[in-house]
């Protein structure tokens, strides 16, 4: 076991070009999430999967972003007809042991550049 | 709304001396609190945690302070080593729910040989 790993490390498109970053989780684990983390703050959270089942979405998810866990195993986070605004760090992390909330698993990351 | 605040941005101590790094929240359902450290090019690692029934936590060389009615919370490192200069996340979580942290805006600690 690897950890949570995260695929591409780093992306650069142009403005209004769809992107996909995937995220494979620590295998046992049933949750999983996806923050962002833009420069001088601290991740902020996006979305949240148990299983399959996308259980909440932050408001901050603008209907161009969807993020799906088919099989409830990796997962995809999808931009549609990027801005410049979402430029930042895009975060994948995983977590499932009984007895320690909120212990995420972090992967490195995908850092999109928007030109 | 910031709900978590962490309002030192850097903060830098000498090798073998203690670090103390400070958290301020507002939103009084948070009721367990982990700190999670960063390095560049790396997702954030846990750290830390405490639960709002104890006001202590001590894991070797750090310790987490929890101050409920001040709703203050403090992470204490000691002795400091240069391993550990990092970026250090205040994250609090609500139980009633899912497991969703919220981030502070992180204090990046240096220490100096």
């Known amino acids: 076991d690897t950890g949570v790993s995260q695929d591409p490390r780093h992306k650069i498109t142009k403005r209004g070009q769809n992107v996909t970053f995937r995220c494979d989780p620590i295998?046992?684990?049933?949750?999983l999430y996806w923050y962002r983390q833009t420069l001088g703050q601290g991740p902020e959270f996006l979305t949240y999967?148990?299983?399959?089942?996308?259980?909440?979405k932050s408001r901050l998810l603008s209907d161009r972003f969807s993020a799906e866990r088919p099989k409830g195993s990796f997962s995809t986070l999808e931009i549609q007809r990027t801005e410049q605004g979402d430029s930042a760090m895009y975060l994948c992390?995983?977590?499932?042991?009984?007895?320690?909330?909120?212990?995420?698993?972090f992967g490195e990351g995908s850092r999109l550049t928007v030109l | 709304d910031q709900q978590v605040k962490q309002n030192s941005p850097s903060l830098s101590v000498q090798e073998g001396r203690i670090s103390i790094l400070n958290c301020d929240y507002t939103n009084s359902m948070f009721d367990y609190f982990l700190w999670y450290k960063k390095y560049p090019a790396e997702g954030p690692t846990f750290l830390i945690s405490?639960?709002?029934?104890?006001d202590k936590n001590e894991d070797g060389r750090f310790t987490v302070f929890l101050n409920k009615s001040a709703k203050h919370l403090s992470l204490h490192i000691v002795p400091s080593q240069p391993g550990d200069s990092a970026v250090y996340f205040c994250?609090?979580?609500?139980?009633?729910?899912?497991?969703?942290?919220?981030f502070g805006t992180g204090t990046r600690l240096t220490i100096i040989p």
């Open positions: 999967f148990q299983n399959e089942a996308q259980l909440e």
């Open positions: 295998s046992e684990h049933n949750r």
């Open positions: 994250a609090p979580l609500s139980n009633f729910g899912n497991e969703k942290l919220t």
């Open positions: 405490i639960s709002s029934i104890k």
């Open positions: 992390a995983s977590s499932g042991r009984p007895g320690q909330s909120g212990e995420l698993f």
